[in-house]
């Protein structure tokens, strides 16, 4: 079993950042794939980025290419989501994730993948 803490949200301006963590425990960690996904109130879970067990090749939805990083530091059990020019249409509680499996990079979009979840962090960008 692994539990996923996310921490890091909060109330920030348009053009403003932030940056999330997700710490893992319960085992080692050695999720094949760490993912972040967002949910605004009223809209279906999407995916945000994933990132596989070596670091290499990180995986964005195309909206938050060039404003958002997401890295892990398998050393602190601990994936993060580096956030900058935030804008409001972002607000939404973010989700980590985390499957301990190969799955194909064009899966990786797909909540249904991951075998577990933590419990959110809220973002909320201001106009």
């Known amino acids: 079993q692994v539990q996923l803490v996310e921490s890091g949200g909060g109330l920030v301006q348009a053009g403003g950042s932030l940056r999330l963590s997700c710490a893992a425990s319960?085992?080692?960690?050695?999720?094949?794939?760490m993912a972040w996904f967002r949910q605004a109130p009223g809209k279906e879970r999407e995916f945000v980025a994933a990132i596989i067990w070596s670091g290499a090749n990180p995986y964005y939805t195309e909206s938050v290419k060039g404003r958002s990083t997401i890295s892990r530091d398998n050393a602190k059990n601990t994936v993060y989501l580096q956030m900058n020019s935030l804008k409001p249409e972002v607000t939404a509680v973010y989700y980590c994730?985390?499957?301990?499996?190969?799955?194909?990079?064009?899966?990786?979009?797909?909540?249904?993948?991951?075998?577990?979840w933590g419990q959110g962090t809220q973002v909320t960008v201001s106009s």
């Open positions: 994730a985390s499957r301990e499996s190969y799955a194909a990079l064009g899966a990786l979009y797909a909540p249904g993948i991951y075998d577990y």
């Open positions: 319960g085992r080692t960690f050695s999720s094949y794939v």
